[in-house]
């Protein structure tokens, strides 16, 4: 018998969608573009909001938001290190001022008293270790996806971190973002405008944005777009853009997975057996690219 269902739930609240990236940087650090040229290439890309997280600096986007578009002030922190030896990186979105901290749960002290979001960047990229992640409190989630550390180095997708993380009993949410420089090199693609979040939100200002984030009313994408979830009857069922794979993640290697045989996938759904800690779903098209739903925790 279930004793408790959380999951908050995108698709049955009240608002609009609104397409985001929350880890980008600008000529304020190491990116090659100005603040203004982000928001004028995502914004022409069907971006609805952009935060601009520049290493250990705040970029100065007062000017850079219209009606149709956002740009939220942020900053990525890198500090401390991990057991392996390499650096935390901690964005901050929603910072109007320089952080300084000399570890990484420090960083998220002082975002979270600032009433900002803190994610922990790339952690594949970052090397670090599940023990590095478990002994950080307060940040919101994980980037389980960026595309920079994914185009450079082949490390971007920190999947494993996020269910090694949910199946210790740490709720945290998982992004997808681009983590833009802008950079180029022969036979790499670009970095910006590949990956996403999309936000269920009341309209599209930073106060409404910032607490749909906080509330977990989004999900992550890099291509499939996921139309409906809902938690009825015993069953999680889920319906989506035309894809080859639906998979429902559990812990300790349970769920379900189904494979399209010969048409495309739109549908799928699993019955809740009652002693999962968690149950997550991927949706992956024909070309890889892929959607992230946050956790439903089960308790």
């Known amino acids: 018998m279930l004793s408790e269902i959380t999951y908050s739930n995108p698709f049955s609240e009240k608002g609009q969608w609104f397409k985001g990236n929350l880890h980008t940087h ?69 910072i109007e001022k320089e952080i300084k901290a000399e570890s990484a749960q420090e960083a998220i ?24 992640l478990l002994k950080l409190e307060k940040y919101l989630g994980i980037e389980v996806f960026n595309t920079t550390c994914e185009v450079d180095v082949l490390r971007g997708y920190s999947v494993v971190h996020w269910d090694m993380l949910l199946t210790a009993g740490r709720r945290v949410y ?23 979040i999309m936000v269920k939100a009341e309209e599209l200002s930073r106060e409404a944005i910032i607490k749909s984030i906080k509330k977990g009313l989004f999900y992550s994408s890099t291509g499939p777009v996921i139309k409906n979830l809902e938690i009825k009857n015993g069953k999680v069922v889920v319906e989506c853009s035309p894809v080859k794979v639906i998979a429902f993640v559990v812990d300790h290697a349970r769920g379900y997975v189904y494979f ?40």
């Open 109 to 132: 002290d002082k975002i979270v008293e600032l009433d900002g979001v803190a994610i922990v960047a790339h952690p594949y990229w970052s090397s670090l270790t599940l023990n590095d």
């Open 26 to 94: 600008s000529t304020y650090s190491d990116g090659l573009l100005t603040p203004k040229q982000l928001a004028y290439l995502y914004r022409n890309n069907g971006y609805s909001f952009l935060a601009i997280t520049d290493h250990n600096k705040v970029a100065d986007v007062r000017k850079l938001s219209t009606e149709d578009f956002l740009v939220l002030p942020g900053i990525e922190v890198d500090t401390g290190k991990g057991v392996l030896g390499s650096k935390y990186h901690i964005v901050g979105v929603d």
């Open 174 to 196: 998982g992004f997808a973002v681009d983590d833009a420089h802008w950079s180029f090199r022969q036979y790499k693609p670009v970095d910006a405008c590949k990956a996403w």
């Open 260 to 299: 399209s045989q010969k048409n495309d996938l739109t549908r799928a759904e699993y019955r809740i057996r009652g002693n999962e800690i968690y149950i997550r779903i991927e949706c992956k098209d024909s070309e890889g690219n892929t959607a992230w739903t946050n956790p439903i925790f089960i308790k």
